[in-house]
């Protein structure tokens, strides 16, 4: 039963996007049907939670393309957390949608549903994914699907940034990624994700030092420096692709493979300790460090938290190379408390822009008392994003500081605090001048953002809160990754 | 080696050489299709020598001759000639039909000609 | 009974058919006619390879003269493939060629553009099919005197010189291949393939072996389009009638590879093809040479048809590399390139058919908008290119995967990199159309919408084959490595 849910899960969507197609014209049954086939989902992905922990793997074979490369499916820990972050964060962001596309008057809605779904798909494809060319093939239909969304707006700017967007995803992972696959294959004889790793023994450290660098620049969606230009560009994008996709589904894809391969392909012995992934490691804290500087000058708001993104996504990249249980749970942790953060940060944005058609840091003086709500939320999301209490933000970070410990880089600890000083630094004089700042004599009165956008911040900064006292479920996933 | 007695190759590549040479550099496109047929003519003789077998008698089958020359080069050849006939009347025509189009049968002016549009 | 004269039928069809194509006369029964014999030979071509995989090899002797005296037909995986790869496309795209000849070509000369249609598909057969090595020089001169002539139909006035520009280039190509069957010949006193190849063993390590060699690789390589000997391609597929430059670069050049390999592995034989001889070394530097210069030649081109004829010559440079990988890996990366090649390029081609019996001009600039007004056409174009590129779930992607993993085998690295910067090059060309037909302004002038169905039809067959054989290798994967094994010289 719970093995043909898996094709289950991956199709939803689709036929999702079907129906949202041929429901085009009439944006209420349209909307309905998303938020319906939302649902449907996730009540799809939670159906596999017995299973999974009571410790079982249901696996499906789809096809076999190429003779020992199968297309199969197959659920793990790490694979569910991930599609029930995506799936349940995708309710939400629709509900978000519908305020915010009909506020801003969006062309081409339909389109804009249906691709939305269509990304879900292969998010879902990529969660759970039995071996690498499974998930190579949903990561190149995610970087697809969402090109539609990024240039969205059909302006020259987002011509522009579609370019970037597809040309550095695109080239890293044929470049890189496809390489390292089919070297993986050609080295093992299997693409197949298995605990303990399928390279150990199989080659040389520096084929595996050279491999293992080969996934993590190829898995471009992770956005370690330097090809996380992307990501910015990205942001031409309407706001709710860029809360969903750009902070939850697209990116953490990214890291999520990452960490997959690096539990699943390399095996926890065979990443810790090499030289490759030393050097990773100074790359992931130079992204973390660096992309935090850039975001401190960043006006444009979405701009300033794509880099907070770059930022955060290399705590788990950090995490996935540290390599030990501690780390590889923290960064699981981290990618779903990341998640809620981030996507209340950009509902917020978003909300902004519907409201008040501002989209620059410095325009957003005395905001706060005529949008205390969305601001609130803001304040409450920066906490999570900079790791303080009372947010769930903290937990990721603290078994993030414990691995690394325990991995003997007590500097990286240091550079975990530094990053949560910067991430202060950028985040909360956002709030603190919205809320404290003098608003121009001239201003107009603005009142706040539509009731489906607030009713979809109001859920993700309770999961942001909840998820302070009540980490368990999410912990429990994330430590059954390293038995 | 015998140069001299090779002379039938001699002619041969002699014939190639200037025929291709024609085609490489003539720029009137009639011109280029009789260095085509010079250059085929070139093979046709490649083939008809080599038909030749020392001592050989025509090939029709008589009481006192044992050794006859092979003629089956000779049969191929007639057809590698019917190709090239073909070639040379398809290369005309489209010279012909080229002429109409450009008013011109030089490649210079041809390209000068498409180069303005 | 008819079993048994299927390899003659395979060629003597579409002979017998074109000079009744030619009496016929009539635009509609002329294509009828074209559209029914292609079916014929698709289905005989099926069934051919159905007794290959029973029986191996059919031996097929034309009026009882046994080989090496008379002519054989010697037919094995490898040609059998190919067979299927000429008669389907020719099938699909004579579909599709009903609607957009009639409005590229003016009724009277119709019915003789299908006669030569037919003409050279009976030339490619023949080529594919034959045993004898100057039989093969005979079909290679009728299926090129015909695409001259399907090429020169085109109506911009260039297609004339391309043809002749075809015609001259083509004509020395044909003419070293004669020069080299004629040393050969000389050498072995056997037209006979098989024989030829036998008596070659003793014989090889003689100058006149090598310049027979010589000659047919420089020959053959005009003939594929081999970098440097491209320059012909380009503007004949540019200005070719639409159906034409789809048939043509689905076929024409993927038969020359045949001829290629049939006589570096079959004839000649692997150790003198790819060890005496520095070819393996050739090959791998013009190969990578023509899929780097190639592809990034095509990204500056703005007729789009010429963009595709120079991407088909970058590809044309990985079937090479294939080959000179000198593994059966590589070659089964070829062959099965070779057929996926077919496909994608084919359904692009059929999509830019589609949009220029629409627009009557398939420039880049003009496409803007296109993907809202013609967006079967254009879903055609993005299935294609993504097949191009080399994306999962597409035929090209099987083909990459085979590719890169043969050069990862043999531990060439500079291969390996060559390959995939083809593929990043070939995302900027396909995407510049994508972007321009998605995002692009639309002009106020055109109107109109979707291409009529019977060119949609076969253009999504193609369309549909590309994501089939992107998940389905058994067929095409499976025979191309039963072919490179039987080239190889084992026993499938």
Redesign the interface.
């Known amino acids: 039963m719970s093995d043909s849910m898996l094709f289950l899960i991956v199709l939803t969507p689709f036929i999702g996007a079907g129906l949202i197609v041929v429901t085009g014209n009439r944006p209420n049954l349209r909307e309905t049907v998303s938020v319906a086939t939302g649902l449907l989902l996730l009540a799809e992905v939670a159906s596999l939670v017995p299973d999974v922990l009571a410790g079982e793997t249901p696996g499906l074979l789809l096809a076999i393309p190429v003779p020992g490369v199968p297309l199969a499916l197959q659920v793990e820990p790490l694979g569910l957390l991930f599609a029930l972050i995506a799936s349940s964060l995708w309710i939400v962001t629709t509900i978000y949608a519908i305020g915010y596309m009909r506020g801003h008057h969006e062309i081409h809605q339909t389109r804009f549903y249906a691709f939305f779904a269509i990304a879900i798909g292969a998010t879902m494809g990529i969660a759970l994914a039995q071996n690498l060319f499974t998930l190579f093939l949903f990561y190149e239909l995610l970087t697809i699907s969402t090109y539609p969304l990024v240039t969205h707006a059909g302006t020259p700017e987002a011509r522009r940034g579609g370019r970037v967007y597809l040309g550095v995803l695109m080239g890293t992972s044929i470049g890189f990624l496809l390489l390292a696959v089919i070297w993986t294959w050609q080295l093992t004889g299997t693409t197949g994700f298995k605990a303990g790793g399928i390279l150990a023994g199989q080659a040389s450290p520096l084929v595996i030092g050279i491999l293992y660098g080969l996934f993590a620049f190829g898995i471009g969606k992770a956005a370690l420096m330097p090809f996380h230009r992307w990501l910015p560009a990205a942001m031409v994008a309407p706001t709710p692709v860029s809360a969903l996709l750009h902070a939850v589904a697209v990116v953490k894809a990214g890291v999520f493979a990452i960490l997959k391969v690096t539990v699943y392909i390399f095996g926890i012995d065979l990443v810790g300790g090499s030289t490759a992934s030393t050097a990773l490691l100074w790359v992931a804290a130079l992204t973390i460090i660096g992309a935090s500087l850039v975001a401190l000058y960043q006006d444009n708001l979405k701009r300033r938290l794509a880099y907070s993104t770059i930022s955060q996504l290399s705590y788990v990249v950090l995490g996935a190379v540290l390599a030990n249980a501690a780390s590889i749970s923290g960064a699981a942790v981290h990618i779903a408390t990341h998640a809620v953060g981030k996507i209340t940060l950009f509902f917020c944005a978003g909300a902004i822009l519907v409201a008040t058609h501002k989209t620059r840091v410095s325009e957003l003086d005395g905001l706060g008392r005529q949008m205390p709500l969305t601001m609130g939320a803001f304040l409450i999301a920066s906490l999570s994003i900079a790791g303080l209490p009372p947010t769930g933000g903290l937990w990721g970070k603290w078994y993030l500081a414990l691995g690394a410990l325990e991995a003997g880089y007590g500097i990286l600890v240091g550079v975990l605090m530094l990053s949560t000083l910067l991430n202060i630094a950028y985040l909360l004089p956002i709030p603190l001048r919205a809320f404290f700042g003098q608003s121009p004599k001239t201003a107009v009165q603005f009142s706040e953002a539509p009731l489906p956008c607030l009713v979809a911040i109001g859920i993700t900064t309770a999961a942001c809160v909840t998820l302070f006292f009540f980490p368990g479920p999410v912990y429990q996933l994330a430590s059954m990754l390293i038995p | 080696m015998n140069v001299a007695g090779l002379y039938n190759y001699w002619i041969v590549i002699l014939l190639m050489m200037t025929g291709?040479y024609v085609?490489i550099s003539s720029g009137n496109?009639v011109k280029?299709i009789i260095g085509?047929n010079l250059?085929?003519a070139s093979?046709f003789i490649?083939?008809i020598s080599?038909g030749k077998v020392m001592n050989g008698a025509v090939p029709i089958l008589r009481e006192d001759v044992t050794t006859y020359s092979n003629p089956l080069?000779h049969v191929?050849i007639l057809?590698?000639i019917v190709?090239g006939v073909?070639?040379t009347a398809?290369?005309l025509a489209?010279?012909v039909?080229?002429r109409e189009?450009?008013g011109s049968v030089e490649e210079d002016d041809?390209h000068r000609q498409?180069e303005s549009l | 009974m008819i079993s048994a004269q299927l390899p003659a039928l395979q060629v003597v069809v579409p002979l017998l058919a074109a000079p009744l194509c030619l009496i016929l006369h009539r635009p509609f029964a002329a294509w009828l006619l074209t559209f029914v014999v292609s079916g014929i030979s698709l289905l005989v071509s099926i069934a051919l390879l159905g007794q290959i995989l029973e029986q191996g090899v059919i031996d097929y002797t034309f009026g009882g003269w046994a080989a090496p005296f008379g002519i054989a037909y010697h037919i094995d995986f490898a040609n059998a493939y190919v067979l299927l790869i000429v008669t389907a496309i020719s099938t699909v795209v004579s579909i599709f060629a009903k609607r957009s000849v009639a409005s590229e070509i003016e009724a009277h000369s119709q019915g003789l553009f299908y006669t030569a249609w037919l003409l050279c598909l009976t030339g490619l057969l023949g080529i594919t099919i034959t045993g004898d090595a100057f039989n093969l020089f005979v079909f290679l001169e009728i299926s090129s005197l015909s695409s001259y002539v399907l090429i020169a139909m085109g109506n911009d006035r260039k297609a004339l010189t391309a043809a002749y520009q075809y015609l001259i280039m083509g004509t020395i190509g044909a003419t070293f291949i004669l020069i080299g069957i004629g040393l050969l010949y000389m050498l072995t006193g056997t037209l006979n393939m098989l024989d030829m190849a036998q008596r070659l063993i003793a014989v090889a390590d003689s100058r006149t072996a090598r310049t027979g060699f010589a000659f047919l690789t420089v020959g053959l390589g005009l003939k594929i389009a081999l970098f440097p000997l491209h320059l012909w391609l380009p503007n004949a597929y540019a200005y070719a009638p639409s159906a034409v430059s789809a048939f043509l670069a689905a076929t024409a050049t993927k038969v020359a590879v045949y001829v290629l390999l049939r006589f570096m592995f079959s004839v000649f034989g692997i150790d003198f093809a790819l060890g005496a001889m520095p070819l393996s070394t050739m090959l791998v530097v013009l190969g990578s040479v023509a899929v780097l210069s190639a592809s990034t030649v095509a990204i500056f081109q703005h007729n789009l048809k010429r963009m595709l004829a120079y991407s088909s010559i970058a590809q044309i440079g990985y079937l090479v590399l294939g080959v000179s990988l000198a593994t059966p890996a590589g070659l089964t990366a070829t062959l099965l390139h070779l057929f996926n090649h077919a496909l994608m390029k084919g359904a692009l081609f059929l999509a830019l058919g589609c949009i220029a019996w629409r627009l009557g001009s398939v420039r880049l600039g003009d496409l803007g908008g296109l993907g809202y007004r013609m967006p079967w056409t254009m879903g055609v174009f993005v299935i294609g290119g993504l097949s191009l590129i080399g994306l999962p779930l597409t035929a090209g992607f099987i083909s990459k995967w085979y590719l890169v993993l043969a050069a990862v085998e043999r531990g060439w690295w500079p291969v390996v990199l060559v390959i995939i910067a083809g593929s990043l090059l070939a995302m900027i060309y396909v995407w510049r159309v994508i972007e321009t037909a998605y995002l692009g302004k639309t002009k106020e002038a055109v109107s109109g919408t979707e291409a009529p169905l019977s060119m949609l039809v076969p253009a999504w067959l193609l369309a549909i084959a590309n994501l089939y054989f992107g998940m389905h290798t058994e067929l095409s994967a499976g025979i191309a490595s039963q072919a490179a094994m039987v080239l190889f010289g084992g026993q499938p």
């Open positions: 291709f085609v496109l280029k085509l250059f085929q093979v490649l083939y080599m080069p191929l057809t590698a190709v073909a070639t398809l290369g489209l010279v039909r080229i189009a450009y041809i498409d």
